[in-house]
C-alpha cells in the first residue's frame, strides 16, 4: 500500500488533488449568471481552508488541456489520498479522463458549480460520474466543501 502522505505536508495530513478543467480559469467572468461572480483563486483559498480544518492538504491545478489534467490524474496515483475535480466541459466528452480517473486507487468526487441536469441536455451525460465516488452539483462553490467534508469521511484515519 503506497503511503499517501505528502512529505511537505504537516505530520497525519493528507494531500488531497482538486482539478478544474476548461474555461474554469475564467470564472468571476465567465456567464456570472450561470457560474456566480467568485474567481478560481477564491474557490481554491476557500477549500484549502476548508481542507486544513479537516486535516486535510490541498494541491490544485486547472488546466484547458486534456492531455495535462490526464497527465496530472496519473501523477495522483500513489501520492494522494483522493481527487476532487471540476472537470468543466470534458465531464461530457472526455473518455480518456474517465479511463485516467477509474486508474486512481483512491476516491474521486466530481463537482460541479452549477446544476448541469438542469441545463441543456448535452451536459445531461457525464462520463465522469460512472468512475467517480460520489458527485454534488448545483450548489456553488459550497460543492468543494461537500466534496472536502466526504473525502474526509472516506480517507481520514478513525
Ligand atoms: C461545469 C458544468 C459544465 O457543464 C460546464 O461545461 C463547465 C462548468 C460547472 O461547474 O457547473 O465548464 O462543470
Redesign the pocket.
Known sequence: MPDLRSDESPVGSLLVLLLH????NLLGEREPHV?GTTTLADHVATARACAASLGLELEDHQSNHEGELIDLVHGARGRCAAIVI????F??SSWALHDALAAFEGPVVEV???N?DA?EPW?RTSVVAPVATGSI?GFGGIGYELALRAVAARVAPT
Open positions: 478543467g476548461p474555461n474554469l457560474y471540476n472537470p468543466g466541459a465531464t461530457h460541479h458549480l452549477s448541469p441545463r451536459r452539483s
